[in-house]
C-alpha cells in the first residue's frame, strides 16, 4: 500500500487501509500529512486522527511522541492544538510557550497546562484564556471554547453555558459541544439552560442538547423536555427514548403521567409509552384500553368538529377556515397513528412501522392487506370503531358511525375554535389564532390569558402577540402556510410536513429586473418571473425540478414581484420526517 504514497492524495485512503490492521504504521503516515494540511483538510480528516489516538494503543503513544521529537521545523497549529489536547506535548515546552504572541500557539500550550497540578501555572494559562476573552472576537471565543473543553474539570462546562444566549449560532454550538465534554451526571445545574437551547436551536444544537442529557441522566428535566417536544426526526426520537431508557425505573411515574396527559404532543406521548413499554409493561397494560379508547373517541370528535368549520367554509370561503380543517383532518392520522403503535407496544399488533406504511400507500390492496392484519390482530369491538377511520367511506359515512356509537355534543364554530386553540399540537393553536380574533368577540381576554400562562408554547405567544399587532411588512407562518395549501405539487402533505419546510423560510419583494439565486424553492406571491425560458406567474412554485441537485435556483424577475424563499436544507429536514415528501419530489423530477 505504501508505494502509492507518491503524493499527497493517496495519503489518507493508505493511512486508513493500513489501519485495518496496523494503528502505529497508520499514524506514521498520517501525522506528517496533516502537518502539511490545509485547515480544511485538516478539519476533513481530523476525526480519523482522533479515532487512532483514542485506541489507547501504547504503540500509537510512543510513534506519535518521537515524530514529535524530530520535527525541528514545529507543529502546525492546528495538529498541535489536538495532539496537546490528548497530553502528547511537552509540558514544559508548552508552558514555555503560554507567553508566546501568536494567540494560537498560547491557546494550544494552553491548553496542556490547565490540567497542571501547579496552581501558579493553571493561573498562566487562565492568563491566556482571559487574553483571547477580551478582544471580543467571535473567533477568539471559539479558541478559548476549545481549550476548555480539551481540559479535565467540569467545572468548566459551567462556565461554557454562558455562551449559550446572545452569541452567534458558531459560538453556541461550540460551546454545546464543549459542555459535552465535560459534563457528567453531577452537572444537573446545566439542563434547563441546555432544555432552552433545545427548544429553540438549530438542529445541530437540538443534537447537542439531547447528547448532554443523554450523559447528564437528570430525571427532574424530563418533565420541561416532554412538555417542549412537537415534531422529532427519528433519530431525535432515539435519542430521547436512550434518556429515558437510561434514568431506568426513576422515570416510570413521570412517564405513565405523560402518556395521559392530553396537553402534551402525541410525539411526547408516544415516546413515553414506548419507554413505559419497556421499563414497566404491566403499568403500561393498565393504562392501554383506556388511553386507546379516549382516542378513538377524539379521532372522531375532531373530525366532527371539522365539518362544523368546513359548513362555515362554504359560506364565505375563508382560507383560515380551510387551513383548520385541513390541520383537523392530518391530526386524525396522527393520532390513528398513535393507537396502532400502542396496539403494538401492547403485544396486539406486530410491525406497526409496516402497517402505518401500507396504510398511507396509494395501492388499494396493500391498504386493505393491512387492514386485514389489523383485524386480525385486535378485538372484534375494537376493530369496528376502528375499520371507518381505515377504509375508503366518505366522511358523511363516518360522522353517521359517530352518531350513532357515541353521545354527541353540538358545537357552535366559537367552541370548536377554543377547542383547537388550546389543541396539545401547538400548529393547530397557530392555525386557530386569526380565526378567533374574527369570530370572537372576547379574543383579547383569551389571548391576555393564554400570553400569561408559564406552560404556553413560545410559537403559540409569538403567533398571538402578530396577531395583535398586526405587523403587515412580515409574513408568519400561518400566512405562509395558506399560500402552500393552494399549491398543486405542496397540498397533499400534511400540514405539519408543510410547517417543517417553510421553517427559516422568508417572503422579500424585489425590484422588476433583479437576478435571483436560491438553494431551494421559490413560491410567486405576487408578480412574474423567468425561469429556463418559461415565464411564472402568481401561485406557481418553481424548482422541485432541480431540488435534489447541486444547482442553485436562477430567476429573473420580470415585474415588480413578492417571493417566498423556501430552503433546501429545511425540505430535506422534513424529508428526515415524513419521508413520503421526498418521494412525491422525486416523482415531479423524473
Known sequence: ATEYLVDDKNTILVAKFISTYSYQKAIAILLPYLNKANIEDFKTNKTFLVEL?????????????????????????????????????????????????????????????????????????????????????????????????????????????????????????????????????????????????????????????????????????????????????????????????KIGLQSVPLLTSFASNTRLSYTARSIATRALGKLAFEQFKVLEKDLIKQELENIYKYLYMRTIILEEYEKIKDPYLLLLSKCLLDKKQVILEFILENLTIGGEMESFELIKTSLRSSNSKIRANAIETIEQSTHKDLFKLLLPLLDDRVMSEVISFYKSTYSVQDYTLNEVLSHTFLSNIHLESIVSIPLITKYNDDHLNIFRERLLDDTTNKLVKDTILFELTQDKSYVNVVSKLIYLIQDKKMSGFSIFALYLILKNSFVDKYKKDTQLKNNGLVYILEGEVKYNDTIYTKEELIGTDILFTNKDLEIVCLEDSQLLMIHKENIIDAIEIYPEIGIEFFKVKI
Not at 508548552?94 to 501547579?118: C, W
Not at 501555572?121 to 471559539?142: P, S
Open 53 to 245: 489516538l483514542n485506541s489507547n494503543h501504547p504503540d500509537v503513544t510512543k510513534v506519535t511522541i518521537d515524530w514529535i521529537e524530530f520535527q525541528e521545523e514545529g507543529l502546525s497549529i492546528s495538529l498541535e492544538k489536538e495532539l496537546a489536547s490528548k497530553g502528547l506535548l511537552s509540558y514544559d515546552n508548552a508552558f514555555n510557550k503560554l507567553d508566546d504572541k501568536n494567540n494560537s500557539i498560547a491557546s494550544a500550550s494552553a491548553t496542556v497546562i490547565l490540567d497542571s497540578q501547579y496552581p501558579d501555572h493553571i493561573n498562566k494559562a487562565i492568563h491566556v484564556i482571559e487574553k483571547l476573552l477580551n478582544t471580543g472576537k467571535d473567533e477568539d471565543i471559539l479558541e478559548v471554547l476549545y481549550i476548555l473543553s480539551k481540559s479535565k474539570h467540569d467545572r468548566y462546562a459551567y462556565f461554557a453555558a454562558e455562551f449559550l444566549s446572545g452569541y452567534t449560532t458558531a459560538i453556541k454550538t461550540r460551546a454545546l459541544e464543549t459542555i459535552l465534554e465535560l459534563c457528567n451526571k453531577n452537572s444537573n445545574k446545566l439542563v434547563e439552560s441546555i432544555l432552552g437551547c433545545f427548544i429553540n436551536g438549530s438542529k445541530k444544537e437540538r443534537f447537542l442538547s439531547l447528547e448532554i442529557l443523554n450523559k447528564i441522566q437528570d430525571t427532574q428535566s424530563l418533565n420541561r423536555l416532554f412538555r417542549n417536544i412537537s415534531l422529532l426526526s427519528a433519530y431525535e426520537k432515539r435519542q430521547v427514548f436512550s434518556i429515558v431508557n
